[in-house]
């Protein structure tokens, strides 16, 4: 049997200490108890397995995380695998170098070694020991400072938990919190209940955190409160119940853990506490952080001066932004930095906790002032789309819904092709604008005709149809029937008609709508062109591809003047053309023009992008069509994973590009 050492860190070790070994007597062995539950953890613990081949491993993360519970469930399973398994509390040198004795002591009782330096008599013990060792040095507080501990030669291996987040690759294994079935489970185990409901939603809330979900249990099963108590609590009183002591099983609680990383950090580094507090009041996952802080010089004049002194010093040298991002990296507070970083929800709640409700107000002011200088103005370009991606969750976090920044992120999604989330995010700045505006405001109606349009492109034509017949008799009586509005959505109404399969009434709504156009808003206005081209491309559908194609013939040319022979609305017209040249009879003129547009799609648009996609649909569809079913199958068989991956496997789209791959499978094999 082994030395009990009782657990004394913000660990989620829980139970007694049992275990057998098969080994002689007087092998040495001392770890702190087993872990009573180990859940989720199966790939952590054959990663450690795979990567100690290689020396030593050192678990970063989180305190609380987990980190020596895995270390110690590893050290249980592979007992059989060592013949000395030895664990350190490496918080303090002191206390540290009293443990090595203990260790010199026993592998060295002769006192052959260096009596006057135990580490040296401890390494030079195990350079000889014939058989395998593994020491285990928990809670380490930073790489420099352990590094004279680890062993430098030897049959063994060294498994490290740590805070400190600077460790190179090849040794560095970051713990994250439980995923959520594991984490549910957790905590219905340590509750003793079975309200699985309530379990997912404080899961949720806790990000996974073991320690934060023991802590939980254990209040649950001690007071005799329920766990949708507990949640409601969490809700309502976070900042006091996370303060509070720890379970039975722990000495340290959530706060108290964290606690000495911000005190630390607040005496090293105030720059990495005004960071973190930053950082807190945005999205947990993917905070640009650089790209953020770039936007310090337009912060308003009347923002907290506290909080600008702060956000101001960590621009003030070249390097104090990298200096606040590694003092947090050095207690796992956000993960591995680049060009964003993560901070764990908790983490966020419990810094924000720490704040006066002013102070609060301030930084999310802050914050949200920051995001909304950073959103392109121009989101119609290309370059826009990945930086008002990267912006979008954080600026749903901390932007007034009903601001222009909200408005711009919401359309370049549509731009971006983005069908899906633009739907989503249309849907809240609706809701938000009707909930704020009223439902007759302009900017109301906008949004839900913005909601009626990205809906059909997401996926669901009918319901956009419906939509807009909705929107139309209000939008008539607050901004009159000649309205630009107005018109505009009059057309939707009329596109997202043929859509949703009547092509002879979208047909009629267009003839009708062209002469107010050209009343309204003259010939070469790009909505009048807008209007022909929907003419155009509805009697097609309607049943007279010949027409439509004369009709797109004498459109383009005018497009190419006004628009540039570039410009999105040009494209679409050379793709009908091309497309009604096809129905009008001559194929292989359809596959030529679709193949002189496709490069120019990519360029344009980029190569994912959904106008791509059908423009690869056509060019494959007419290739078939031309005489060749063997180079149509192969071209949707290339397009179809772009389509799931882009659109989704259940998109209109996807579905229609996997029926014409099966159909022009089906020619090929037959021809």
Known sequence: MGTAVTADR????????????????????????????????????????????????ALCGLGGVGKTTAALEYAYRHLDAYALVWMFHAEEATALLAQFHDLAELLDPAGLLDRADPVARVHGALAHRPGRWLLVFDNVRDRAAVRRWLPPKGNGHT????????????????????????????????????????????????????????????????????????????????????????????????????????EDLAETNPGAIALLRLLSCLAPEDIPFRLLLDATAQLPPDLAPAVASDLQQLRATTFALDD?????????????????????????????????????????????????????IDVNVRDAWPVCAQLLPHALAVLDPIGMAMWRLARSLGNAGDYATAHTVWQTLADAHETNLGPDHPDTLTTRANLARWTGYAGDAARARDLYAELLPVRERVSGPDHPDMLTDRANLAYWTGEAGDPARARDLFAELLPVRERVSGPDHQNTLNARANLARWTGNAGDAARARDLFAELLPVLERVSGADHPETLTDRANLAYYTGRAGDAERARDLFAELLPVREQVSGPDHPSTLITRANLAHWTGEAGDPARARELFAELLPVRERVSGPEHPATVTDRANLAHWTRIADQA
């Open 324 to 376: 606040a991002v590694a003092g947090l990296r050095r207690h796992s507070l956000i993960g591995p930095p680049g060009a964003v970083v993560s901070v764990h929800r908790l983490v966020q709640a419990v810094t924000l906790d720490q704040l006066t409700p002013d102070e609060r107000q301030a930084w999310q002011t802050a914050a949200a002032d920051l995001v909304e200088a950073a959103v392109p």
């Open 159 to 262: 498994l490290i938990t740590t805070q400190d987040g600077h460790w190179p690759a090849s040794q560095a294994i970051h713990v994250d919190g439980l995923r959520r079935q594991a984490a549910v489970q957790f905590l219905l185990n340590q509750a003793g209940e079975y309200d699985t409901a309530s379990a997912e939603a404080i899961a949720d809330e806790l990000g996974g955190l073991p320690l934060a979900l023991a802590q939980a249990g254990g209040f649950v099963a001690s007071t005799g409160r329920s766990l949708a108590e507990y949640l409601n609590l969490l809700q309502h009183e976070r900042a006091e119940l996370l303060g509070r002591g720890a379970p039975t099983e722990h000495r340290t609680s959530v706060v108290a853990t964290w606690r000495l990383a911000f």
């Open 10 to 57: 913000g660990g989620v070790a829980v139970g007694t200490l049992v275990y057998q070994r098969r080994v002689a007597a007087g092998e040495p062995l001392r770890l702190d108890p087993r872990p009573g539950q180990v859940l989720g953890r199966d790939e952590l613990l054959a990663g450690i397995a795979g990567r100690l081949a290689g020396g030593v491993v």
